[in-house]
Structure formats: structure tokens, C-alpha cells
């Protein structure tokens, strides 16, 4: 089993739809936890921090759930410059941050 | 300001042969990385060094090698590529390594490296 997994999609929305992504880690000592977005051939960069209270930044919210160990991202209003791969991101100790495979998301006009 | 200067961009080589990647940040960060990148496995930390003088092995550390040069500079080197290697190599860099959620990983562009 995979330490960190992602639906890999690809989620095919039009412009305006709301659209979430699940993720889910398995362990439990996991200590921070991030959404990153990667354009294609291009280099990863973050999108935002999730935090225990859940947080929001403009279009998109992120939640947490430690109970079940899952991270949700959910983006609202979707426009075109959103398609792209979103890679959830676990912080273990030590340096070791898990990646997930990613879920590739196209938004069409 | 630079962030993260990786080099090359594309690097083709033959099974056998050997190369260094090459890594530099001007962001004073403490912590360094190499990562591979292949399809549908997600990021996978190959060594990070979590301060000048220091290296560790991550994830998928075999068939590789690194050295942390200077604060700056953080080095990948294959002794003998395999086509198991073929893969894209992010370098990345942050302020302590320590996960903090006010901190982020800075990438480099990457190298796409195949292996024949």
C-alpha cells in the first residue's frame, strides 16, 4: 500500500464547476500537510498548507481529517489556468516528505 | 533571484556510463533534496541533506550518490546508469527540512534523464 494515495483522475470539468480531491496517508505520526500543484513538464509549487482547522485561500478550501486520515481539496469557480496535477504532500519527521502520485485535472471551456 | 539552478535540463546516457547532476540555491536554505519523478509514482526522495556537512539516505537511495559541497550547492551522481534510472530528477530546497507548515519546498526545473 502506497504511504500517501490520490484518485489519479483525470477529472475532466468545465470552466465554473466546483470540483474535490481525496487523498489518504497512512501514517498516523504524519505531522504536516500540503497541496502542491505541478503544471505539466514543469516543476512542483505549493498551492497551500493544510491545517487542522482547515483553511481557505480564495477559490480553494483544504480539510483535514486526522481521525481517518484524509486530505480534501476542493477548488470552486474553476477556470481554465486550474488544469493541472495536484499532488498531495505528507510531512513525516526528518525531512521525509511523501508525495502522492498526484490526480491530473483538465478544466474545459 | 535565482531560487533553485539545476543542471542539465535533458541528459541522455548510455547503461554504464556516469554523470552529476548539479544543484545550487541562493536562499541561505539549511535543507536540500533529490527527488525522481517517475508516472504514476508520485515524487520519491532519493537523499536530502539536512544541513552543510550532512547527508542521509531517502526512499530509493541505491545506484546513487550525492555530496553537499557548500551550503549552496547539493550534487547527484549515478556510477553507473542503469535504464531502471531513466526518470525525471527534481532538486529542491527548504528553510530547516523540518515540515513546517509556514514553509514550503522550493523545486528546481528539473532534468529529464534517459538511460538507453
Known amino acids: 500500500r502506497k504511504e500517501v494515495e490520490q484518485d489519479p483522475g483525470p477529472f475532466n470539468v468545465p470552466e465554473g464547476a466546483t470540483v474535490a480531491f481525496n487523498c489518504t496517508y497512512s501514517?498516523?505520526?504524519?505531522?504536516?500537510f500540503f497541496w502542491y500543484r505541478q503544471d505539466c513538464r514543469k516543476e512542483p509549487k505549493l498551492l497551500m498548507s493544510?491545517?487542522?482547522s482547515g483553511n481557505e485561500d480564495g477559490r480553494f478550501t483544504a480539510q483535514l481529517n486526522r481521525a481517518s486520515q484524509y486530505i480534501s481539496l476542493l477548488i470552486r469557480d474553476s477556470k481554465l489556468s486550474d488544469s493541472a496535477t495536484y499532488l498531495c504532500?505528507?510531512?513525516?519527521?526528518?525531512?521525509?516528505?511523501?508525495f502522492g502520485a498526484g490526480t491530473r485535472l483538465t478544466v474545459k471551456p | 533571484n535565482a531560487g533553485v539552478t539545476q543542471t542539465p535540463k535533458f541528459q541522455v546516457l548510455k547503461t554504464g556510463q556516469s554523470m552529476t547532476l548539479q544543484c545550487a540555491q541562493d536562499?541561505?536554505?539549511?535543507?536540500m533534496y533529490w527527488y525522481r519523478q517517475d508516472p504514476g509514482m508520485g515524487l520519491r526522495l532519493i537523499y536530502y541533506?539536512?544541513?552543510?556537512?550532512?547527508?542521509d539516505k531517502g526512499e530509493v537511495p541505491n545506484g546513487y550518490n550525492v555530496s553537499r559541497l557548500n551550503k549552496r550547492e547539493f550534487s547527484l551522481r549515478l556510477e553507473s546508469a542503469a535504464p531502471s534510472q531513466t526518470s525525471v530528477y527534481f532538486c529542491a530546497s527548504d528553510p530547516s527540512g523540518g515540515g513546517r507548515q509556514d514553509e514550503k519546498l522550493f523545486f528546481g526545473s528539473g532534468t529529464q534523464l534517459s538511460v538507453l
Open positions: 493544510v491545517y487542522s
Open positions: 536562499m541561505n536554505h539549511n535543507s
Open positions: 504532500v505528507v510531512f513525516y519527521n526528518n525531512n521525509d516528505m511523501r
Open positions: 501514517n498516523s505520526a504524519s505531522q504536516s
Open positions: 541533506s539536512a544541513s552543510e556537512g550532512t547527508t
